[in-house]
C-alpha cells in the first residue's frame, strides 16, 4: 500500500483518532523528542517499560522497543483503517481497561493469560507482521 492512501484512509474514516495522535505527537516535539517512521507510520519512543499505544498513522512505544512491539503498534493503525470512528470504542476503550485490569492483577500476584490472547492484540500482532515484513 502506497504511503498517500495510507494516510489518505487514516485522515478520513479513520481521523478521529489520528487527531489525538497528532496531539500527542505535536507536544513531544514541543518537549524535543524526534519523530520516526516505522514503513507508513510515524512513531516516537518516550519513557520505558511500559509498552505502547497506537493512535491510528502514529503510535507511541517506550525507548529501545523491539521490532515485535513496533510491529504490534502499526498493526493496529490498519484496524484503525478497517474500524474507523468506531476504533476508540472497539479497540482503545477495552484495551485501557484491560492494560489497567492486568497491572492490578499482577500487582496482586494473579497469573495472566498471554497479552496476545485478546482478540485484537492477536490480530494487530498479524496485521503489523502482514504489513512491515515486506519492504
Ligand atoms: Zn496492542
Not at 489525538?20 to 524526534?34: D, P, R, S
Not at 510491529?71 to 470512528?85: C, S
Request: contains cysteine; charged residues 20%; hydrophobic residues 40%.
Amino acid at each position: 500500500m502506497r504511503t498517500f492512501l495510507y494516510w489518505l484512509v487514516q485522515l478520513t474514516w479513520g481521523i478521529p483518532i489520528n487527531i489525538i495522535g497528532a496531539g500527542v505527537a505535536f507536544l513531544l516535539i514541543c518537549k524535543g523528542y524526534k519523530p520516526r517512521r516505522f514503513c507508513h507510520a510515524v512513531y516516537f519512543e518516550v519513557g520505558r517499560n511500559w509498552g505502547g499505544v497506537n493512535f491510528g498513522g502514529f503510535f507511541f512505544v517506550q525507548k529501545d522497543a523491539t521490532l515485535t512491539l513496533k510491529r504490534h503498534e502499526y498493526g493496529h493503525g490498519f484496524q484503525n483503517m478497517m474500524l474507523g470512528v468506531l476504533m476508540p470504542f472497539l479497540i482503545h476503550i477495552p484495551s485501557a481497561i484491560r492494560y489497567h485490569y492486568r497491572n492490578y492483577k499482577r500487582a496482586k500476584g494473579f497469573n495472566l493469560t498471554p497479552y496476545d490472547a485478546f482478540w485484537c492484540e492477536s490480530w494487530a500482532t498479524r496485521l503489523g507482521e502482514k504489513h512491515s515484513s515486506r519492504r
